[in-house]
Each structure stands twice: as structure tokens, then as C-alpha cells.
């Protein structure tokens, strides 16, 4: 699940469209949230100088997208990893807890490995790098709208060594319960304990996986067991 890096070309954005999309093939409809109005203009521009793409919108806040992916058909997001209201951590899990269907490519000014794991872990299915080459960028784009995970290089095995691992059988329980809905209440009542010890095993549960809330917690138990291998039957 990676993608080797192509060689670098050079692009002129202003220059002529000399990557027309071929004839007869819709061009790949592009969303963008960034809440750098400088970095919505360079895509903006980039994406409108080459034939391939059609950008529909661009917004700055991670609702902004979320009402957008609601009322709007579109192929491909490409988020920022801060917009001005969350992040794209909390744009993915947003996605994945209201199941949108939305194709998300992460567009980060951070090189920071964390952040690419995370994004993998909460579904994002392209990441490239605010200073990669503009061939990069659109080959990543390109890659996701046709379906495909475009990311780079990283080590599978260290992406699936998740905080989830490290978790004791009762704290897995507690997460999927969340997943299944339930509220503090609900815990408290059918465990037997209080509501205030539910919120203290919440909070531990979601320092181990590293997670702010419980949209978060549960977007990345709902990933794993997507990714999980179902046992046979019988």
C-alpha cells in the first residue's frame, strides 16, 4: 500500500493546458479545504491550468467540506491537515462516523510520519506534501479518484501496530460498545458503575489511542475491524 514517488518534472501553472483530459473521459472533480487562502489559490490555480481536473469549491473549515460532501457529488477531497476548525484527523473520523461517501487525499505541510500513520489508520486514501512536485500532487489525486490508495512509502507493519494492539480485553469492550452507540448512561447502567468512572475510563481509553473524543476512538476501531481478517466459519 504505498506509491513510488515518480520522477520529478517540472510544471509551469501558468502555463497552456497540455494535459487535456482524453476524449470523451469526465474530468476528475476536485474539493479543497485549506485554511490557507495562499495554498487555495496555488491548487486552485494548479488544478484549473490542467485539463484533467474540474475544481468544484474550495472552503477553509472541516464543516464547511462535511455540509459540501452532503449536498454536492464530487471525486476527490483534498484537505489540508489543519483547517480552521479541526483537523484533518477529525475531518476523517467525521467521514467515517457519518459514513459519507467521500474519497479523501490528505495535502500536509508537515513531514511528520505520526500524522501519515494516523491519516492511514482513519481511511484517508492519498497523502502528499504541500512542497511536493505539482506531478506528484496530481498523480495522487488521479490515483485516488480511480479508486486507488495512494500514499508514501511507509512500513505496513509499523501502520497496523496501532494503540488499539495495546489495549486490555475490558477497554475493548468499552470501544465497541461506543461504536454501537451507546451513551455514558448506557454504560453506567448495564455495567453497574458510575457515570463519572465511565467518563474517567473514556478519558484513559482515549489517552492510549492517542484520540481527543469519541468520534475519533471510534473511527479508528471501525477501521481496524475493516481491515481485519474475517475468521472462517465452521
Known amino acids: 500500500m504505498s506509491a513510488t514517488s515518480p520522477e520529478r518534472k517540472p510544471l509551469n501553472a501558468r502555463s497552456a493546458r497540455t494535459n487535456e ?51 454536492t457529488k ?8 489543519r483547517l480552521a476548525d479541526m483537523d484533518g484527523a477529525d475531518v476523517l473520523a467525521e467521514v467515517q462516523s457519518r459514513k ?18 494516523q491519516c492511514v489508520r482513519l481511511g484517508a486514501q ?13 498523480e495522487t489525486i488521479l490515483a485516488v479518484a480511480h479508486g486507488r490508495i495512494c500514499i508514501p512509502y511507509i512500513d505496513i507493519n509499523k501502520v497496523n501496530d496501532t494503540p ?6 475490558r477497554e475493548r469492550e468499552l470501544l465497541a460498545v461506543l461504536s454501537d452507540g451507546w451513551t455514558n448512561l448506557q454504560i453506567a447502567t448495564r455495567t453497574g458503575i458510575s457515570e463519572n468512572t465511565v467518563k474517567y475510563h473514556l478519558k484513559n481509553l482515549y489517552d ?26 465452521g
Open 164 to 169: 488499539l494492539a495495546q489495549l486490555t480485553v
Open 100 to 117: 459519507l461517501d467521500v474519497r479523501i487525499t490528505v495535502f500536509s505541510n508537515d513531514h511528520d510520519i505520526g500524522i501519515l500513520k
Open 208 to 233: 492510549k489511542l492517542d484520540v481527543r473524543n469519541r468520534a475519533m476512538a471510534v473511527a479508528l476501531y471501525s477501521s481496524e475491524k475493516r481491515r481485519s481478517p474475517k475468521q472462517p466459519v
Open 74 to 81: 464530487f471525486d476527490v477531497a483534498v484537505i489540508g491537515w
Open 21 to 71: 483530459a482524453p476524449s470523451g473521459q469526465q474530468r476528475v472533480r476536485v474539493v479543497v479545504a485549506e485554511r490557507n487562502p495562499l495554498v487555495i489559490s496555488a491548487l486552485r490555480e494548479m488544478l484549473e491550468c490542467d485539463g484533467r481536473f474540474e475544481l468544484l469549491g474550495a472552503v477553509q473549515s472541516g464543516k464547511q467540506l462535511l455540509e459540501l460532501a452532503v449536498k
Open 126 to 138: 492519498g497523502y502528499c506534501f504541500q512542497f511536493d512536485d505539482p506531478h506528484i500532487i496530481f
